[in-house]
T-cell receptor, first 111, second 109 residues
């Protein structure tokens, strides 16, 4: 059990560019969650998967955001046409029997 | 709507006891979680309550009252390394965690 891995740890991008983040969950975990966290705030739910099926997406989530989990293993989160307001820590968590393990996150800075 | 409320900041002295309160309102309820988060790091699991009452785990205890929509995290014998943010999260009826803003705890010598 190597925990939940996220890549990259840090990303700086220019406004308007597209970015993609990757999350590798704990191998036997069938649920995978994406959260966004800004400074001084708690994590905000974005979307989650059970195996390869995307079960829920936050109503607050812009259509510039898309996530996939092909074959129910790793997941990617893509943000198109980034804006400065997208600057945040993007956290991934995985779960099997109800316990949630978080990755260290990808810190995105949009300049 | 879904709402989790907890104090933004608290301070305490090394060796003391501190209680961090949390009230919640969610669409369905399947348990209350507490996480610790140091700056720039991942949240790490501290405790889980689904039934009313107190769960004790070493220096950390957590309490839940489902009828009141209320929980607290109790930290005893505070150490400097306990300075961190403490996140209260309720699991809703779709099994996702809804987080509060977090309580930033500073422990002073």
């Amino acid at each position: 059990d190597t925990g939940v891995s996220q890549d990259p740890r840090h990303k700086i991008t220019k406004r308007g560019q597209n970015v993609t983040f990757r999350c590798d969950p704990i191998s036997e975990h069938n649920r995978l969650y994406w959260y966004r966290q800004t400074l001084g705030q708690g994590p905000e739910f974005l979307t989650y998967f059970q195996n390869e099926a995307q079960l829920e997406k936050s109503r607050l989530l812009s259509d510039r955001f898309s996530a996939e989990r092909p074959k129910g293993s790793f997941s990617t989160l893509e943000i198109q046409r980034t804006e400065q307001g997208d600057s945040a820590m993007y956290l991934c968590a995985s779960s099997y029997t109800g316990g949630y393990t978080f990755g260290s996150g990808t810190r995105l800075t949009v300049v | 709507g879904q709402n989790i409320d907890q104090p933004t900041e608290m301070t305490a002295t090394e060796g003391a006891i501190v209680q961090i309160n949390c009230t919640y309102q969610t669409s369905g309820f399947n348990g209350l979680f507490w996480y610790q988060q140091h700056a720039g790091e991942a949240p790490t699991f501290l405790s889980y309550n689904v039934l009313d009452g107190l769960e004790e785990k070493g220096r950390f205890s957590s309490f839940l009252s489902r009828s009141k929509g209320y929980s607290y995290l109790l930290l005893k014998e505070l150490q400097m390394k306990d300075s961190a943010s403490y996140l209260c999260a309720a699991r809703d009826n779709t099994d996702k965690l809804i987080f509060g803003t977090g309580t930033r705890l500073q422990v002073f010598p």
